[in-house]
């Protein structure tokens, strides 16, 4: 998962829901764990039949709760009815993300933090505009084995080189998302898409933000298929000790009607009277077809045991696949200032200055390589000064 990675908890929901009620005009009167809710007579929505209610913020979303009652949990009913809604009320925003949003505070690469450097003085010249589109997008993860798990993932994409850009997103939801601080100016607009990105390119441009949204949090969705595998494979086997249980007791149990169809055969040959030997013969041909009834039992369980049950084993394994779906739940059209930072950098004896490509909230872009050796810049290769300057870890 990334920073830019919220999980849908108690909390961010009792939030989004006290937010998007206020937002919508409606009166709340909290009362403890108790919300009473007074809409609008102008607004409707599609989870309550009145323009009153309550909202119950510590029920058990599993326990059917009273008429005109709600509980914002993350596996509750409302909560999705609530986020729907809110996706077909909002239009796109729009907003503007600019140096003075930073407020002097520049976000600097892993091959300036894990250096040796200090940043002495940074000066930021922005040279035009570029537009990106921010989403959050929400992954669901359910399995049988599993309470159904979901993340909204918060993806930024520049529109014209469609590079993901992570540290903007992080920007984006510390000054604009973030329930706990306050809107600040720029907060976004409802207003149309517009701009230099056509409707069809910004769909698309949505859509490859939910494929990066998955692949963000593609490490808590391999844990999570690790935990249901290991969940198979743990039925499967109870599964299958079981059915040796089984074949243990069929076997017992036909040699105990085995001994008594002997028996009867004893009856059957020394029967005293005509009706002793009737009964004898009726109880033999009950015990025989007991007999053939478990021999054919027990035949079926060892031919999908010399199969490996793979039956059983397909149907446990189908069930405990993960099933994963993506959706975009906000979108945003972003203006930000791209340029170059300045960077004076300084250890104990000498200080110099190099510059690289920037962007305002996103912090330094491309790829930055050593002008000594042309490797790669990264963390574990950060930046050095060497005798003739600014040099790469590994030109030491």
Request: some cysteine; glycine content about 6%; hydrophobic content about 30%.
């Amino acid at each position: 998962m990334t920073d830019a990675t919220l999980s849908v908890t108690q909390s961010r929901l009792t939030a989004f829901t006290r937010d998007y009620l206020q937002t919508i005009g409606a009166s709340v009167h909290e009362d403890g764990s108790r919300w009473h809710v007074n809409l609008p007579g102008h607004i409707d929505v599609t989870f309550g039949d009145g323009s009153e209610f309550d909202v119950v913020l510590e029920a058990n979303p599993s326990e059917n709760s009273g008429q005109n009652e709600f509980v914002p949990a993350p596996e509750s009913e409302f909560a999705q009815q609530l986020l729907d809604e809110a996706i077909s009320m909002a239009s796109v925003g729009r907003l503007s993300v600019t140096d003075e949003l930073s407020g002097g505070e520049y976000q600097y690469p892993d091959w300036i933090i894990e250096s040796d450097l200090q940043v002495v003085d940074a000066e930021f010249t922005p040279y035009y505009d570029r537009e990106a589109v921010f989403a959050v997008v929400q992954v669901g993860v359910e399995t049988v084995s599993e309470y159904q798990t979901q993340f909204l993932e918060a993806v930024t994409i520049d529109a014209s080189s469609q590079e993901e850009l992570a540290e903007m997103s992080e920007t984006i939801l510390q000054s604009f998302y973030d329930p706990k601080n306050a809107p600040r100016d720029g907060t976004p607009e409802e207003n149309a898409v517009s701009g230099s990105i056509e409707v069809n390119t910004f769909e698309e441009i949505v859509t490859e933000c939910q494929q990066t949204a998955l692949d963000n949090v593609r490490g808590a969705i391999d844990d999570l298929r690790e935990s249901a595998s290991r969940a198979a494979d743990a039925e499967f086997d109870e599964y299958r000790q079981l059915q040796n249980q089984q074949l243990g007791d069929l076997r017992e149990e036909i040699e105990s009607v085995t001994n008594q169809l002997q028996n009867v055969a004893d009856d059957v040959d020394t029967a005293s009277s005509h009706e002793d030997r009737v009964e004898a013969l009726e109880k033999r041909e009950e015990l025989q077809a007991k007999i053939e009834e478990l021999e054919e039992k027990r035949s079926d369980i060892l031919e999908s045991k010399q199969q490996g049950f793979e039956d059983k084993r397909r149907e446990i394994y189908h069930r405990h696949q993960l099933e994963v779906r993506t959706k975009p739940v906000a979108a945003t059209l972003v203006s930000y200032e791209r340029g170059e930072i300045e960077l004076q950098l300084a250890n104990s004896k000498r200080s110099e200055t190099m510059r690289v490509p920037y962007g305002a909230g996103a912090g330094c872009l491309d790829t930055v390589t050593c002008i000594n050796c042309q490797s790669k810049l990264s963390s574990g290769n950060p930046v050095q000064i060497g005798p003739t300057g600014i040099q790469c870890y590994q030109c030491r």
